[in-house]
């Protein structure tokens, strides 16, 4: 082993040097690269630690990455082969940061060596990764106690606490929302889990103010055949709940799931926490990884019906994704467990990956900032239009990465509150992060699905939908505007709005961009017993450039021929480029 590879911690840094030409390098063993390929990138899975990661496409990485494999490599050897050395640098810098290479002697490491290896490799990883933390209320602890652990994370840290009953603990929770509330504590996510939901109101408000959902231990699979103590008073006072359920291979059954769906909307759960454990599934362990595959896509069919369904015993998707430090070491797993942890990573790793590449027109929160101009959002700007004030509920539908949810924030103020829903689980993660460190805390961020809303009838003052096109193009449109209706009072608002953004001229004339089938879709929908359309806007701005034909051209598209109370804005822009944004807006008053 290399001197510098057996350093103290303090010494970790030095690591993220070149590595020198004489270096001898390997994969670690646990790691594999994954089928299938997500648009043209391949993902490599770490068994150990639990994570992914994409080796991009072109320039020969993943040739490179194979030749890490099996044996100990010679650093200097290896880069005559490749043209580019800075891409495979910064690929060799990537693997080794997260874990999945490390460097060795010019033998192959033993089982200690190795062992030593990773615990280097988590010591690093630790630095970049949030970690979850586990706290007993019940052992007795107090808020300063809390205050103290919370405060000596480095990044803000996912919190379980566990209790047996909520109402035990009336006061910490209210004191820790407190000094969430003032900025002294920081946690990225909160899980209350517990046996027993009952609560008044105040407890659930500090839930609130807390960010934190609840999780309830122990509901018989697929229903419970009576109502849940508490369960009623939380969901209305907009708390978001789980419930904790162990099914058995009945899940396979497209009848026990529809079950398990149909009482789970019915009583507006937020989420299902499943436990699969293999040992319990196949007491004989004659099960293989079909049997795994099987049973995943059984969850994933819940999951594409009812939004956000977890696995508690396997590694989250941000775990998956390399956001959170994994809490479960596979050395402490039997072999049969460790497979079907191994076979879970194969199957959800592209799963995740493709789902982020559906929504490649913005991953990263600051970038969808910039790239949607703030002077151009008509609700912000505007929001008597949908007659909003400080401590008003908001459910903001196929909420993204957040950028709607935060723009209304301070318009509901701290009394307020923006209850974003979203189908991709690892976009309201990204959301959370994201408001978690800008300090939001007035936004929840759920997985959840826009014609389902897992949320109780009348509870908030407004709904709304923004830039949403793919709902109306998959026919979900009506659905979603009965569903945004249903969550909101009488009285209360709600707002579709369909966006087109940054157009080039030459798709102009593309028929995805023609927006009057998805205007007929929308005005078809709001005809609905409880609303009354109050408001119907288009607008939009334009480049300079789009003069002449090309701006006849636009007119004639996008130029209303609709009942428009407002001025339609349609003004010029200073950015070079001939790009056009349209907007649509429908508002509607629930009667
Ligand atoms: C273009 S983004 C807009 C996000 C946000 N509303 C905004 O204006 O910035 C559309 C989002 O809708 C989500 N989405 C699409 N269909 C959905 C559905 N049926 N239920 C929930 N979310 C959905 C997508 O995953 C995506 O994140």
Redesign the pocket.
Known sequence: MRAHEQGRPSDLHSLVGRLPNDAFVMLDPAVEVLEPEIAEHRLLGHGYFEVGMVVPPGEGLLAFVTALGQQPVNLGTLRAQFDDQQIIDKMLASLRQHGFMHVTSPTKPSTEELARFRAIAEQRRRETLRRSLVIDLDAPISIDDLRVRLSAEVSAPEVRLRCARLVDHKRILAELACLRQAGAVRMHHTVVQTNDLSADRELCRSLIRLGASVHLEAVPWPAPDRPIPGLDEMTRNCVAVHVLMTPGLSILDDAVRHRALTWAGSVFISGLCLRLEPEALWPAGNAREDDFIDLFNAVRAIENEF?DVLIVNLPSDEVLLGNTASSSSPDRLSDFANSFRTSYMRWRLPVLKS?EN??S??QIPEV?DKL?RAREDLLPNHPELLSLKPGSVVV?????????ARRLSPVVGEEGLIIS????RC?SDRARRFACERNFMNLHFRP????RIPLPDAMADAA????????WE?G?GPA?VREMARVVRRGGRIAV?H?LVRLHLASLAQPWVQYEEIYRWMREAFVHPQLTIIAERVWGQIAPSLVGDNATFWRRQYMPRLVNPYDVTYKSDDSPGTQADVYLTLIAQRQ
Do not use: H, K, Y
């Not at 903001?396 to 990465?401: A, F, K, M, P, S």
């Not at 709304?464 to 709902?471: A, D, I, K």
């Open positions: 939004g789902c559906d929504n027109w913005s969808e949607v903001d539908v196929c909420g993204g990465l957040g950028r709607v829903i979203e189908m991709f976009l959840g699905l826009a014609q709304v939908n923004e830039w949403t096109g793919g709902v998959l979900l979603m709005t966006r």
